[in-house]
């Protein structure tokens, strides 16, 4: 069954004049095991597109038109209520920056066990053990379980939302650029730990970055934003080969123009 | 950051104070040496002495007597109006903060226009239509003072339900009432504690300003604000009448704004 299917959506921030489009008639799919990435310049509307899927607009923006899909949930604008039924259930928003996605007076481990506690309806004590389960299996040291936020590092906070997801069992993890702010080796373990988790719980990643080098070797399918509209979508390795898109291209010369450099040996 | 050993000690300091008051007001029906009411005609006015530790006031009574029985009516009716307007303010700031956006405008405005009235004339204004007694004075206290809480709390809940922490535990599936609870609770009630301390300070002086005018604490009931207004007729000769009231309100004001201050220093945990 199709995890994820958007159709014709529509996002608007009415606070501009004239009013902002910032997505016009976009329309994604995503089946199980399946991994998308996003990309595309700032201010294409990447971010908005996660919100938008897991109902958080930010205001002012506004969701005007078409409709998700979830799982067998049908949302559509004026039904937002919904989301409260969804979100952490069948749909997870892994946050852009770990610095602030978390409680700061609470402990990692009271908050991972939160969630389940909600989600799952565990009780307090279950949670806690399920919880501090989920951390270890993410990697974090023992000592995380009490730990507050401001005690860990950018890739042990990150694993946290990971080991929430990986307690949530949630099928369709949407993640906002997950490894920013973080070191080249801490990036690389919190993406092969956040594969590892779509791969068990066979669940559709949605991954949303503007780096190319980190969507290459993660994502199946490759999809690129302008203004809005999804201009050019395909298999990773042939959208970055040979790219159609003026934007696709754009981005692709980009890249090749960094490493060029970097194989040069100058700065980049 | 470390917690400040100075902000400390001075909140200690004001909680001493505060708590010596209380504890003293509460004893004062064994403590004081003479009963607060009985005049003693021969020896009115009389300046501190060994029988009349502060003196006596124009119709010969203890000052020291009434000052200690008066500390708990003065007290106690500033705490009331405190807790009354935050209580008031909190129902309509956080019904505001957490409404949608068209009702928490609405609700915004009758906070801003309950706020442009001048607050003092408006509680003289609300206590003189009441009969004068204290209680009139803390309801109309607690009538005026209900706005800047209900503004200021609306702001903290804004702020604090749009914190990142807060949309991503959303996200992740918590919700409603465990939102409010575990995540914008904890983030509001330690500046509304500081904000409380303060606000306390400032109603023991509201309340003995409208003793003073005659609107609250009726004669002859001891209350700090009514002896002030008690002494002011003999205040060239008998200076102590006005002192020792003006000193207890100044020391709880002040201790008040210690454990403020004191307060806010802990208010903030690392990483916020």
Same mark, same amino acid.
């Given at each position: 069954m199709t995890l994820l299917r958007a159709a014709g959506l529509e996002v608007v921030d009415p606070s501009r004049i004239p009013p902002r489009i910032v997505l016009r008639g976009l329309c994604l799919e995503l089946e199980p095991g399946e991994r998308l990435g996003i990309t595309g310049p700032s201010g294409a509307g990447k971010s908005t597109l996660a919100c938008t899927l897991t109902g958080l607009l930010p205001p002012p923006l506004e969701w005007r038109g078409g409709m998700i899909r979830i799982g067998r949930h049908r949302l559509a604008?004026?039904?937002?209520?919904?989301?409260?039924?969804?979100?952490?259930?069948?749909?997870?928003?892994?946050?852009?920056?770990?610095?602030?996605?978390?409680?700061?007076?609470?402990?990692?481990?009271?908050?991972?066990?939160?969630?389940?506690?909600?989600?799952?309806?565990?009780?307090?004590?279950?949670?806690?053990?399920?919880?501090?389960?989920?951390?270890?299996?993410?990697?974090?040291?023992s000592f995380a379980v009490q730990a507050y936020p401001y005690q860990l590092s950018g890739g042990m906070r990150q694993r946290v939302l990971i080991a929430i997801a990986l307690g949530l069992r949630c099928r369709l993890l949407v993640a906002d650029e997950p490894t920013s702010g973080l070191d080249p080796i801490a990036r690389a373990e919190v993406l092969s730990l956040l594969l590892g988790a779509v791969r068990a719980l066979n669940a559709g990643l949605l991954l949303i970055s503007h780096d190319l080098r980190l969507l290459r070797g993660t994502v199946d399918t490759l999809a690129v934003l302008e203004e809005g509209t999804l201009v050019e979508t395909g298999p990773a390795g042939l959208l970055l080969s040979a790219p159609r898109h003026p934007q696709t291209r754009r981005l692709v010369e980009a890249l090749a123009d960094l490493e060029r450099q970097a194989n040069a040996g100058s700065p980049a | 950051m470390p917690f400040d050993r100075t #902000?400390?000690?001075?909140?200690?300091?004001?909680? #001493?104070?505060?708590?010596?008051?209380?504890?003293?007001?509460?004893?004062?029906?064994?403590?004081?040496?003479?009963?607060?009411?009985?005049?003693?005609?021969?020896?009115?006015?009389?300046?501190?002495?060994?029988?009349?530790?502060?003196?006596?006031?124009?119709?010969?009574?203890?000052?020291?007597?009434?000052?200690?029985?008066?500390?708990?009516?003065?007290?106690?009716?500033?705490?009331?109006?405190?807790?009354?307007?935050?209580l008031l303010g909190a129902a309509v700031g956080l019904a505001a903060g957490l409404a949608g956006p068209r009702c928490s405008g609405l609700l915004a405005m009758g906070i801003d226009a309950a706020l442009a009235l001048p607050a003092l004339l408006l509680?003289?204004?609300?206590?003189?239509?009441?009969?004068?007694?204290?209680?009139?004075?803390?309801?109309?206290?607690?009538?005026?003072?209900?706005?800047?809480?209900?503004?200021?709390?609306?702001?903290?809940?804004?702020?604090?339900?749009?914190?990142?922490?807060?949309?991503?535990?959303?996200?992740?599936?918590?919700?409603?009432?465990?939102?409010?609870?575990?995540?914008?609770?904890?983030?509001?009630?330690?500046?509304?504690?500081?904000?409380?301390?303060?606000?306390?300070g400032a109603m023991l002086v509201a309340v003995s300003g409208l003793s003073y005018l005659g609107l609250g604490a009726q004669p002859p009931q001891p209350e700090w604000g009514r002896m002030l207004e008690e002494s002011r007729l003999h205040l060239g000769r008998a200076p102590w009448l006005m002192i020792a009231p003006g000193t207890a309100i100044t020391l709880c004001v002040a201790a008040c704004q210690m454990i403020a201050e004191s307060l806010r220093g802990r208010a903030r945990p690392e990483g916020v």
């Open positions: 604008p004026g039904r937002e209520r919904l989301w409260d039924t969804v979100r952490g259930r069948d749909i997870l928003l892994l946050f852009q920056s770990v610095g602030t996605a978390l409680h700061p007076q609470m402990t990692v481990g009271r908050q991972v066990a939160e969630a389940l506690e909600e989600v799952l309806g565990l009780s307090r004590r279950e949670s806690h053990r399920e919880a501090a389960r989920r951390l270890e299996e993410v990697g974090l040291p | #902000a400390r000690n001075m909140g200690i300091c004001g909680a #001493a104070v505060l708590a010596a008051f209380l504890v003293s007001g509460v004893l004062a029906p064994w403590i004081s040496p003479h009963d607060p009411y009985r005049g003693h005609l021969a020896r009115r006015l009389e300046p501190p002495s060994a029988s009349f530790p502060l003196g006596t006031d124009a119709l010969g009574r203890c000052v020291v007597s009434r000052l200690l029985h008066g500390t708990l009516v003065s007290l106690g009716a500033a705490l009331a109006a405190s807790a009354a307007s935050f509680a003289v204004a609300l206590a003189g239509l009441m009969s004068p007694s204290l209680l009139s004075v803390v309801a109309a206290l607690s009538l005026v003072g209900w706005p800047w809480w209900a503004r200021w709390l609306r702001a903290l809940v804004l702020e604090a339900r749009h914190r990142e922490f807060v949309h991503a535990a959303v996200a992740l599936g918590v919700s409603g009432r465990r939102i409010l609870v575990r995540y914008l609770l904890p983030q509001i009630l330690p500046p509304a504690a500081v904000a409380f301390a303060v606000r306390t």
